[in-house]
């Protein structure tokens, strides 16, 4: 991308690390990571704060190589196995998610994550702030868990963990736990919450008395893991991304955010105008004909007389 012509208004444009992450390059925490750590550069000038503002046509770099346009928005359902770390780069060397996706994916980030033993849905997308908008509590969205535990759960304790729980002074919100069946001496728990905090389930449920020794996400929010195999990895169709985020995060027919009230965001997340759709033909007037002063009336149609047909 070219430099600008002029230096723009503080006032103006999209903050860098949310132009990072609608670039799919990082989520935005993780964006404004790599610019404290000097990775980020703006029109040659290596940034040491988030606080910047992009504009179109401003030349944005990580690690000394220009960012792609955005592109749509795109998302994922991945079966994640037990035994993976959901991260990009793991310091213990340990194998990795997204060493295991399709290479024509494309670099994405994960809606969350899942420990390494745990395994079930992981919804992966290329949009850095859609995982941000979809992560929030207040999304409202639900993940819901199959959970086999050992031992036992009374019902003062589900009605506790309900009432939401505070375990080592962190606060849990409410959490839904609903008793499957019991074998030997493990219990399998349906469980759902809207946190997502880390390794919440696993927390909680030991605070209860419980130990889990299997977890499986089956939901996050409407989508579902379903009969999706393990390891497995498929897109989700964009007329139902569309249909599932709605005003959440509305998208345009071409999968690209709107912003401020139905304008499309162009390559820096900033809105622009959208064209406007052309208005509808007005109806044809019900009213007789001749019910207008100075007509002819007339309410019989006429029919064309011999004289007026054309021959054959």
């Not at 309900?162 to 375990?167: E, F, H, L, P």
């Not at 990895?233 to 999968?255: C, F, H, N, W």
């Not at 109806?283 to 029919?303: Q, V």
């Amino acid at each position: 991308m070219a430099k600008p012509p002029a230096p723009k208004s503080a006032d103006t444009g999209e903050r860098i690390a949310k132009v990072l992450a609608h670039a799919g390059v990082a989520s935005r925490r993780e964006a404004e990571r790599m610019i404290e750590d000097g990775r980020v550069s703006l029109n040659g000038k290596v940034l040491t704060t988030p606080a910047v503002k992009v504009g179109p046509g401003d030349d944005v770099r990580v690690d000394g190589k220009p960012i792609a346009e955005k592109p749509p928005t795109r998302l994922w359902r991945h079966h994640k196995p037990d035994g993976l770390v959901t991260t990009h780069a793991d310091p213990q060397g340990r194998e990795t998610v997204f060493q295991a996706l399709p290479k024509d994916m494309g670099r994405v980030i994960s809606i969350g994550r899942l420990d390494l033993t745990s395994e079930g849905l992981l919804l992966l997308t290329n949009d850095g702030e859609l995982a941000r908008v979809l992560e929030l509590p207040s999304t409202g969205w639900t993940r819901r868990y199959r959970v086999r535990a050992y031992g036992d759960i009374t019902e003062e304790a589900i009605q506790k963990l309900k009432n939401g729980i505070t375990v080592e002074g962190v606060k849990y919100g409410p959490i839904e736990v609903v008793v499957d069946r019991r074998t030997g001496s493990n219990t399998w728990l349906n469980v759902g919450l809207k946190e997502g905090k880390n390794r919440e389930v696993r927390k909680v449920l030991s605070a209860v008395g419980l130990t889990v020794n299997r977890l499986l996400r089956t939901a996050y929010g409407p989508f579902q893991l379903g009969a999706l195999e393990k390891g497995k990895t498929e897109e989700i169709r964009r007329s139902v991304l569309r249909e599932q985020l709605g005003k959440l995060y509305p998208l345009d027919a071409d999968g690209y955010p709107l912003k401020d009230g139905g304008k499309a965001a162009d390559n820096t997340g900033r809105a622009v105008s959208r064209p406007a759709k052309p208005r509808p033909a007005k109806p044809h007037s019900t009213k007789p004909r001749g019910s207008n002063p100075g007509k002819r009336p007339d309410n019989k149609a006429r029919k064309p007389d011999a004289h007026h047909r054309r021959k054959p």
